[in-house]
């Protein structure tokens, strides 16, 4: 099985694991009707952790991480996301998606607003900062995904990579201490998806939380510590990006290893 | 053998192509009128047919227009003057009633000492949507907006100018409870803001009015709304019923789509109901019932019951356009906005709204214009509309006795100016924000 590659050297010395939990998911069951979408969750995630998610369609994994937001509802178990356990209470739903930011599939950009007005509309509404600073502050995270000439403009004016870069600029203007990403690069021609795990990979190397649901194994292989594959709602094998692809251990994860590396 | 040809299947082009210009009779007016008039034979006779028609129609009213007579001073002299130009059975117009009571068509029987007033509101109607309508309309105009209710109803029926100033003063007062019990909790103080509110208007509003004007007696002679009709009532009806109907049918569209139980199946029965019941029913209960159920000596003004019947109608309509608008937003737009962290009052208003509001914008305008058309119906409870109740009145006047056509004509195109001139108004804003999003 041939290992996959990245070219980019990347750079560890930040990405220290601390001892914090930062995200701490027990016996998570969830049920769409009568279908068990996620069955018995168990994950702990420390703060500094770079984690991707992989696993065949349907398996669960965008699930998984949309209920650490409460995008979508569990039914059973427990989520406690920084210390603050997700239940009903709309106060500690809205505590904790200030703390996490998330990155879709199809970026989600509210097409109505210039890219500036993307990045400043909710720290200003939610975190309430001064408008200046938050102009400011998205100037920064603009510089950083390396697209500041682009502030003025329309998100339709904007390349889908581009989109997906001032997403990211936009979750990162809420200063969360979490990211998640929901497939960030599926929608994406692939002369963009380098540009965007650049992105990723910066973020990473800065100590950043990521939980990250991706079919780019380069990108596991260079940056994560650990691997999640999920198949039926479950977690069916973790282990460091090394052993993973070279020594995966449960026959679902070799048949998918096999399927998504074997050409 | 030229095998050199068999290896040379690589390709690499060295010029491009320069762009060349369409072959000839592929452009211009030929084309199109081979292409859209005269594509076959069947076309061929439909445009002939088409033709005839438009011809006939010309012949047979040109005439009746051409013919108009507008100095005369009963419809008997004018068809005496059109029998002398044009010789005996010739058709004309009798713009001449026009002239004669254009006045009435247009405000009723309002005092025509006080016509200004009318037209100052008019004018002014401008001033306060002109800064929600128009960017180049300088921003800091928009103070005077939320004043224009008060300044128009006060210019309009005229009386105690305590009367709005205290109206809007409990309105001020509303507000001021709201933010400052806001603070405690957003419900909390939407509802002592209220309540504060209702009692100030049931309890202290009238005496108080009364009060100030026996201090200080301030105000302009009282206009009865028995005097409203034509186009001031029409105007009246519709400028009430659309600044009104827009906020309601937001809040029954959002209602409809609530998780909450109670509030959803409100706005559902209110849609439904309302929709299904034709508006003329409900002028009726405006006129009518109304009357029984509330408690005997209130006198409710028959102009604000008929704003009140016409803005829930045009509301219930609106609510569903905007569903339509609100079901064509993705998914990720509600989730992006929940995933940042903003409540769903902000999401609704930051995200959601916006851009629903541009989708339904064309279903909203034509609700508006409907609504607009439909206020002549008031003529059934009793108004002076101008399609049928100012027309009527006229006729009744022994020199107008017989006139048919011109009023319609008169009013049909009143109000068609005013309704293109919304659609165009519409497009417009299509355009404008089309323009700025991409």
Known sequence: MSEPHFEREVDRSHMQVSDEVAIQIENMNKWYGQFHVLRDIDLTVQRGERIVIAGPSGSGKSTLIRCINRLEEHQQGKIVVDGIELTNDLKNIDKIRREVGMVFQHFNLFPHLTILENLTLAPIWVRKTPKKEAIETAMHFLEKVKIPEQADKYPGQLSGGQQQRVAIARSLCMMPRIMLFDEPTSALDPEMIKEVLDTMIELAEEGMTMLCVTHEMGFAQAVANRVIFMADGQIVEQNNPHDFFNNPQSDRTKQFLSQILGH | ?438
């Not at chain 2, 309002?110 to 180049?136: D, K, N």
């Not at chain 2, 105007?235 to 937001?250: K, N, Q, Y």
């Not at chain 2, 009527?392 to 109000?415: C, H, L, Q, S, T």
């Open chain 2, 1 to 438: 053998m030229s095998d050199t040809h068999a290896q040379t299947v690589a390709f690499v082009r060295d010029t491009m192509l320069p762009e060349k210009a369409a072959p000839s009779g592929q452009s211009g007016a030929i084309k199109w009128l081979r292409e859209n008039l005269f594509s076959g034979w069947f076309n061929t006779l439909l445009t002939l047919v088409g033709l005839y028609v438009t011809y006939s129609f010309v012949v047979h009213f040109y005439p009746w227009f051409a013919h108009g007579v507008w100095d005369a001073n009963s419809l008997k002299e004018c068809r005496a003057i059109i029998t002398d130009r044009y010789g005996e059975g010739a058709t004309g117009a009798c713009w001449a009633m026009i002239r004669e009571r254009w006045h009435q068509f247009l405000f009723g029987f309002y005092p025509s000492e006080l016509y200004w007033r009318p037209v100052l509101t008019f004018a002014l109607l401008f001033v306060a949507i002109g800064p929600l309508m128009f960017q180049f309309v300088p921003k800091k105009v928009i103070w005077f907006t939320p004043l224009f209710p008060f300044v128009a109803v006060w210019l309009l029926w005229g009386g105690s100018i305590w009367a709005p100033l205290l109206v809007l003063a409990g309105f001020v007062l509303g507000w001021a409870v709201f933010s400052f019990v806001g603070k405690y909790g957003s419900i909390a103080g939407f509802s002592a803001g209220a309540v504060v509110a209702i009692l100030y208007f049931l309890f202290a509003v009238g005496p108080l009015i009364d009060l100030f004007q026996a201090m200080m007696p301030i105000g302009i002679e009282h206009v009865d709304s028995a005097k409203f009709g034509g186009f001031l009532l029409a105007i009246t009806l519709g400028v009430g019923g659309i600044v009104m109907s827009l906020p309601a049918g937001i809040i029954l569209a959002l209602g409809r789509q609530s998780d909450m139980l109670l509030i959803k199946s409100f706005s559902i029965i209110f849609i439904e109901f309302i929709r299904g019941v034709p508006l003329i029913t409900l002028l009726f209960v405006a006129s009518l019932l109304l009357n029984y159920f509330l408690p005997p000596g209130t006198n409710f003004d028959i102009i604000l019951r008929v704003v009140i019947l016409v803005t829930m109608f045009a509301a219930a309509y609106i609510a569903e356009v905007i569903r339509g608008g609100l079901a064509a937003l993705p998914r990720g737009q509600y989730e992006a906005a929940d995933a940042l962290g903003l409540d769903y009052w902000k999401a609704q208003r930051l995200i959601i709204l916006p851009q629903a509001l541009k989708i339904s914008i064309p279903g909203i305008v034509s609700t508006f214009i409907g609504m607009f058309k439909d206020t002549t119906l008031v003529v059934f409870v009793g108004l002076f509309d101008p399609l049928k109740g100012i027309p009527d009145f006229i006729r009744a006047d022994f020199n107008w006795k017989g006139i048919y056509w011109e009023p319609f004509v008169f009013v049909g195109a009143i109000f068609f100016i005013l309704n293109f001139a919304m659609s165009r108004y519409s497009m417009h804003l299509e355009n404008r924000l089309q323009r700025d999003n991409h």
